[in-house]
């Protein structure tokens, strides 16, 4: 296999296609919203959140097990990649029989039904994908690729079904359609270096072991997706389809603000594994990864306060303007989430992922209550408050957890970023600034934040790019 490459390398890779796929999926999603209206597209989002939670059952935490597994062990990446190979499959067909009997007992409207079995085979298009071998291997041009290519497979798929007439249905199986083919063309890139892949039954021992290892990682997975999707859950049960619509743009404006975390997190893990017993290199960056995050989803948070509605209505259009206030809300806990999501790299790379399986239980715990109690009174914008809530005591107990096993948490640099972005933020849905017309607004009102946010915290040195660039480009 080739040389693994710096962090700087596979971010930038890695951001590169993170952009051209959010950019490509922006319009897909767009395009389909103002197609097929806010009550489908709420069934399309809907399967999709149900889905997430089978999603978790076919995966179990395998893939964050073996990426750190190929990083100590790359000379072991094709039996790796074999082993977990087959273990997803069987997970997968294993989870669809579960959606089958999920759909006998709750026996919903035929349209749902079909959406949630088209998008059951998500389970299968995932159990194939190898980006967790790439990134073991630092080497996330590969996933990049992949994104890249399904988001554009996507997009052209998406606009020829509807211009032919074909509604959501036909839709959500473009969306499998495109995952799949990126999978195989992945696979293929694999094979080149690695050799094909062979997928066959493994020694039940080992898969035994596998799982018990990966089980705390599969918690925490399904305390992310608690706290993103059971709000749309609970909201598809509790209210009208249209609310549920709204609410699904605003979660997907959300996902925006989360790209430099999730980027990072991807590059990042397994070097901060490999470091572990480096506390010099370790804590160092593992301070720049703490500042780049925070001040990325500061800005993003800010932007999103002050422009809610225009955002709102440049991608999924007017009718959508109505969760503004839901958005905000999620704007607010988006400031919390990003240092979440440093946090929860840290655990995984530190072996503290058991403490952290505790962390994310009672997180989902105080979430579901949360919502129980807040959506029928306050709707959307209820379900928005009850993420911002658990965020910050998941933050709060991931926080306790490293200093008490003696890791640093970068918390000085992270609540100056999140002060900053929310004073600004505040300041600017406050004021209010009289600017004609939606676009103006966002691309003036935006620069202008920027601009200021930037400059205030390279001032500040909440963020310091020299450094920062200097220490990725080295490890």
Request: aromatic content about 8%; proline content about 3%; overall charge positive.
């Amino acid at each position: 296999m080739a040389d693994r490459k710096s962090i700087f390398v596979n971010v930038s890779a890695l951001a590169a296609g993170q952009m051209v796929t959010m950019a490509l999926g922006f319009i897909t999603h767009a395009i389909l919203a103002r197609a097929v209206g806010p009550a489908d597209y709420g069934v399309l989002g809907f399967a999709v959140a149900i889905m997430s939670y089978f999603g978790i059952a076919a995966a179990l935490g395998t893939d964050t097990w073996a990426a750190r597994e190929i990083a100590s062990r790359r000379s072991d990446v094709r039996p790796i990649a074999e082993t977990i190979l087959s273990l997803r499959l069987l997970l997968a067909a294993l989870s669809i029989v579960g959606v089958a009997i999920f759909l006998s007992i709750w026996r919903p409207e035929t349209l749902v039904v079909q959406v949630v079995l088209i998008q059951a085979i998500s389970l299968i298009v995932a159990a194939l994908t190898l980006d967790f071998a790439f990134q073991g291997l630092e080497r996330l041009e590969a996933t990049a690729r992949r994104q890249v290519l399904s988001a554009i497979i996507a997009l052209a798929g998406i606009a020829a079904v509807l211009n032919l007439g074909y509604g959501i249905v036909a839709a959500a199986s473009v969306f499998q359609i495109a995952a799949l083919i990126s999978a195989l063309v992945m696979i293929w890139e694999f094979s080149r270096s690695a050799g094909i892949p062979r997928i066959g039954p493994a020694a039940l021992s080992e898969w035994r072991r596998i799982l018990r290892e990966a089980t705390p990682l599969a918690i925490t997975v399904v305390v992310v997706n608690v706290y993103l999707y059971i709000d749309i859950v609970m909201l598809g049960f509790l209210r009208p389809g249209a609310e549920v619509g709204h609410y699904v743009a605003a979660t997907r404006v959300l996902t925006l603000g989360l790209i430099a975390a999730s980027i990072l997190r991807t590059a990042i893990l397994p070097v901060l594994s490999r470091l572990q017993s480096s506390p010099t290199e370790r804590n160092e960056v593992g301070a720049h990864h703490a500042r780049v995050v925070a001040t990325a989803g500061g800005l993003a948070a800010a932007g999103g306060l002050i422009l809610a509605p225009e955002i709102l209505e440049i991608i999924f259009g007017a009718e959508f303007r109505g969760a503004a206030n839901a958005l905000r809300i999620l704007m607010v806990g988006l400031l919390f989430m990003n240092a979440v999501e440093v946090f929860h790299t840290q655990l995984v790379a530190w072996r503290l992922q058991t403490q952290q399986m505790w962390i994310m239980i009672s997180g989902a715990i105080f979430n579901i209550v949360l919502n129980l109690f807040l959506i029928p009174r306050y709707g959307m914008e209820g379900a928005a408050a009850a993420t911002l809530i658990s965020t910050i005591l998941i933050l709060s107990l991931a926080a306790i957890t490293l200093t008490r096993h003696g890791f640093e948490t970068h918390l000085q640099p992270m609540a100056a970023a999140i002060l900053l972005a929310g004073a600004l933020g505040f300041l600017g849905w406050w004021i209010d600034i009289p600017i004609d017309g939606v676009l103006p607004r966002f691309l003036i009102i935006g620069g202008c934040l920027t601009i200021v946010y930037s400059g205030l915290a390279v001032a500040l040195r909440i963020i310091r790019p020299a450094e920062t660039l200097r220490q990725f480009t080295r490890i």
